[in-house]
């Protein structure tokens, strides 16, 4: 009987501060090996009681029988087995130990790989809602821009008609009068806002000073029916564009009207025409073109 070949080329291996080191075996080859070499010379001080191997059973006396043979390597390779299965029980506790500790450290890895993904989610959501905050800023940008030129046409169709006369019995009136300086610029919303407040100045003081007593306009007058048409498209075309479910749900379009007279505005405007409905239907000449 002869060791297991197999444990003198597998050396497990076990962690040691973070490094991997082989099993030391040597001192079980050192044991085998002063044990056999014990062995032997106990054999050879005892040769000369064995008769020659070769030699016919009948002529050598002392000659060994076959099961004595076979109890003699009993007895030398019967502890060198259980010596080396001890030792390769040995072994397979160190491996489990040590696949223990890989499992141990293959959950931890994966516990970390997990958490990594978790924070990767985490991350892929947070910039997917950055990107959907950012079109939502992108849309409402946009379509506070186009408010912003709807408005402007608006308003220009208003300045447009600044040199026009409203006719009454009384007095001619410049209704739409502005600053000398007062301008409308496409790319600068200030300028429309400012705009719009003068415009309801001009409006609001045109209805508390002639608005009652005598002084209805006179409609046959082309310019007069003009600023009448040019007040009717103001009201119509300022309520329908805030009405708009575009603009109406644009937080920046709301924050925009809250800031200017444009609700008052609307209402002037509106009490102006209803005044100038009530006149006297005669002196509407159909001939005139209400609308340049």
């Not at 099993?23 to 090996?33: E, F, G, I």
């Not at 959501?125 to 409402?140: A, D, G, K, P, V």
């Not at 200030?190 to 609001?204: A, G, K, P, R």
Request: charge should be negative; include cysteine; aromatic fraction near 10%.
């Amino acid at each position: 009987m002869t060791a297991d070949p197999t444990l003198e080329t597998v050396q497990p291996t076990q962690l040691q501060n973070g490094v991997t080191t082989p099993d030391r075996l040597w001192p079980w080859y050192a044991v085998t090996a002063v044990y056999l070499i014990g062995c032997g010379i106990i054999l050879f001080d005892r040769a000369p009681e064995f008769g020659d191997f070769f030699a016919p059973a009948d002529g050598s006396p002392g000659r060994l029988r076959l099961n004595e043979i076979g109890d003699i390597a009993a007895g030398v390779f019967a502890p060198l087995a259980f010596l080396w299965l001890f030792v390769a029980t040995q072994l397979q506790r160190k491996e489990l130990r040590l696949q223990r500790a890989e499992l141990a450290e293959t959950r931890s890895v994966l516990a970390a790989q997990q958490a990594e993904l978790e924070k990767a989610a985490e991350e892929s959501n947070r910039q997917t809602e950055i990107m959907r905050e950012t079109l939502r800023s992108s849309t409402t940008k946009s379509s506070y821009d186009s408010f912003s030129y709807i408005l402007y046409l608006i308003c220009r169709r208003a300045y447009l008609a600044k040199e026009w006369q409203f006719v009454t019995k009384a007095v001619d009136i410049q209704l739409f009068k502005f600053h000398p300086d007062l301008y409308l610029s496409e790319g600068d919303n200030s300028t429309v806002d400012t705009f719009i407040e003068q415009l309801h100045d001009n409006i609001s003081s045109f209805f508390n000073n002639w608005v009652g007593g005598g002084n209805a306009p006179a409609f046959g007058d082309r310019n007069t029916r003009k600023i009448i048409a040019t007040l009717r498209f103001l009201s119509e075309s300022l309520s329908n564009v805030v009405q708009e479910s575009e603009f109406s749900k644009n937080d920046l379009v709301k924050l925009r009207i809250e800031g200017i007279p444009f609700a008052a505005l609307i209402n002037e405007i509106g009490l102006l025409l209803e005044w100038c409905d009530n006149l006297d239907p005669d002196n509407i000449n159909d001939e005139d073109d209400p609308v340049s």
